[in-house]
């Protein structure tokens, strides 16, 4: 198991946990949505709001085939396939974030149009312009070799596909403040300005369409999640799930460096 995969495990059997807290909530498994699953699974900063504001810059609709890079536990994805009805697949290198993933899919009903497979996003197992649009959110931050991410993701995308990035990005008032939810610390935190990432983006052969600094709307995200953990400790069915015991720290940093402007949460529209 590589570093990064081994950063977001907490031992097997997730979906269990999910389950069993979802159920602890008062929730029927049988009729729960996938807004139910947001706190969870919608594992990037401003969740689920984010996914729908996003989403629609790639122009989806029936029968589009549509690729998550780092779908984790498939949040976006499943949002995707379930408002759009495209179907998604979503690769992943941590193995136990692709069982809950298909899992979880299961108790939606939507694993006809999404599939989770495990492996590397600068490797990918997929033929060449082999799907409408591309999407990866919050992946970036552990990768080094991005120019290879992107140049993956322009190359499995059909002429004129568009390809939706949504990361935190390297801002300008100095180091991060670790833990933060992707690295306890910079051993496996690769970080990239927003200049830096539409450089690679453009090396990649994409044109970009549109940059969205978001920071002001995440700082506001975050500090209203900090609150409500303050007030009420940390829901049953959240991120705490995949984090681990350092969530709270990691919620905490995750202000302080947006507030200080030691990151940015930016997005990119490109066309390939």
């Not at 996914?51 to 609709?61: F, I, N, R």
């Not at 499943?78 to 941590?94: F, K, M, P, Q, S």
């Not at 002429?159 to 100095?174: K, N, T, W």
Request: with cysteine; aromatic share 8%.
């Amino acid at each position: 198991m590589t570093e990064v995969a081994r950063h977001y495990t907490r031992g097997e059997g997730l979906a269990a946990r999910i389950a069993a807290s979802l159920q602890g909530a008062g929730k029927d498994l049988a009729r729960i949505t996938t807004a139910d699953l947001g706190p969870v699974d919608e594992f990037h900063i401003r969740g689920r709001a984010a996914t729908l504001e996003l989403a629609p810059g790639l122009q989806l609709g029936p029968a589009l085939k549509v690729l998550d890079l780092g779908a984790g536990l498939g949040g976006p994805a499943r949002t995707l396939a379930e408002t759009w009805g495209c179907h998604v697949t979503g690769i992943d290198l941590t193995p136990e974030f692709c069982r809950a993933a298909n899992e979880i899919s299961g108790w939606l009903g939507l694993t006809d149009r999404v599939t989770f497979v495990e492996g590397d996003a600068t490797a990918l197992p997929f033929e060449d312009a082999s799907f409408d649009a591309a999407l990866t959110f919050h992946v970036a931050m552990n990768i080094a070799a991005k120019d290879r991410l992107y140049a993956e993701a322009r190359r499995v995308l059909k002429p004129g596909g568009r390809f939706l990035v949504y990361d935190v990005m390297q801002g300008e008032g100095g180091a991060i403040h670790y833990p933060v939810p992707w690295a306890q610390d910079a051993a496996i935190s690769f970080v990239a300005t927003p200049d830096q990432v539409e450089s690679l983006l453009t090396g990649a052969g994409f044109r970009v369409l549109d940059r969205t600094d978001s920071s002001d709307e995440s700082v506001a995200w975050f500090e209203a999640l900090s609150a409500r953990i303050a007030q009420s400790g940390a829901r049953a069915v959240s991120s705490g799930m995949i984090l681990g015991e350092g969530f709270e720290e990691m919620v905490r940093n995750q202000v302080r460096n947006l507030t200080e402007r030691r990151i940015r949460t930016v997005s990119f529209l490109c066309e390939a």
